[in-house]
Nanobody, 115 residues
């Protein structure tokens, strides 16, 4: 049984930071591409950042220089460090695992950026 469990969301003021974590179980974590997606009310889900088995990363333009994705294969965990947060970063953030057509999602964690 595959499980992706996100944590670390919450309410933060503009300019603040949060670190999201996603703990995976039931998969060979090291071979999976891991991603963070987000979905704001009334908008489509978008890919925010991805990290591949070899460690290479991709980011959506709007978060480049502010967000950092990383993974710890020993802990089966992927992280998203979010700095300089803006109100437009407010969304539900989802963890995703993808390999060979196999795709899994976490339940999501709410991030709200507001003063």
């Amino acid at each position: 049984q595959v499980q992706l469990v996100e944590s670390g969301g919450g309410l933060v003021q503009p300019g603040g930071s949060l670190r999201l974590s996603c703990a995976a179980s039931g998969i060979i974590f090291s071979i999976y591409a891991m991603g963070w997606y987000r979905q704001a009310p009334g908008k489509q889900r978008e890919l925010v950042a991805a990290i591949f088995g070899g460690g290479s990363t991709n980011y959506v333009d709007s978060v480049k220089g502010r967000f950092t994705i990383s993974r710890d294969n020993a802990k089966n965990t992927v992280y998203l460090q979010m700095n300089s947060l803006k109100p437009e970063d407010t969304a539900v953030y989802y963890c995703n695992a993808n390999w060979g057509g196999m795709r899994y999602w976490g339940q999501g964690t709410q991030v709200t950026v507001s003063s």
